[in-house]
């Protein structure tokens, strides 16, 4: 087998692989923001997702 390919160095390597079903509806918007905001329909998500986890604390 080849050796993997090395990318850009990072402090907080991305590791996991998460498969989800959306909606159009969502995908739509999913898009629509990561567009807007010039990052990565992942960053999106990762942002939402600590966005709610942040709230939680706060309860």
Do not use: W, Y
């Not at 087998?1 to 390597?13: E, V």
């Not at 159009?24 to 997702?49: D, F, H, M, P, W």
């Amino acid at each position: 087998m080849g050796q993997k390919k090395m990318g850009r160095p990072t402090d907080n390597p991305k590791e996991t692989i998460f498969k989800v079903r959306l909606d159009k509806g969502t995908v739509e918007a999913l898009a629509e923001c990561a567009q807007e905001l010039n990052v990565s329909k992942a960053e999106i998500i990762r942002r939402g997702v600590h966005i709610i986890h942040d709230s939680l604390k706060e309860k």
